[in-house]
């Protein structure tokens, strides 16, 4: 079976040829996207450390009633591979 971008003459990946290929990213990095052909260049949030310090800031303001909101950003991480 074709996908729509083979139909059109194009191929995913690195663009060794200027308009031949189409950048492809995905979000979230499932385990199966070092397994494609082309591996998924991927977007990762860190949600487990998200997790982590979200519990640590309602632990903490339990403790400490009058506590003024903390930020704090996580940013995400592109993990280049194949497809971009």
């Not at 990946?13 to 499932?30: E, S």
């Not at 003024?68 to 280049?80: C, G, M, R």
């Amino acid at each position: 079976m074709t996908t729509d971008i083979q139909r059109v003459g194009k191929s995913v990946g690195k663009d060794n040829y200027i308009g031949q290929q189409i950048g492809l990213i995905g979000f979230d990095d499932p385990p199966e996207a070092a397994l494609t052909q082309p591996s998924l260049t991927m977007i990762s949030s860190p949600t487990r450390q998200m997790g982590q310090l979200a519990g640590q800031r309602l632990l903490a303001k339990m403790k400490v009633h009058n506590e003024t909101a903390q930020q704090f950003i996580l940013p995400p991480q592109l993990i280049e591979r194949g497809s971009a």
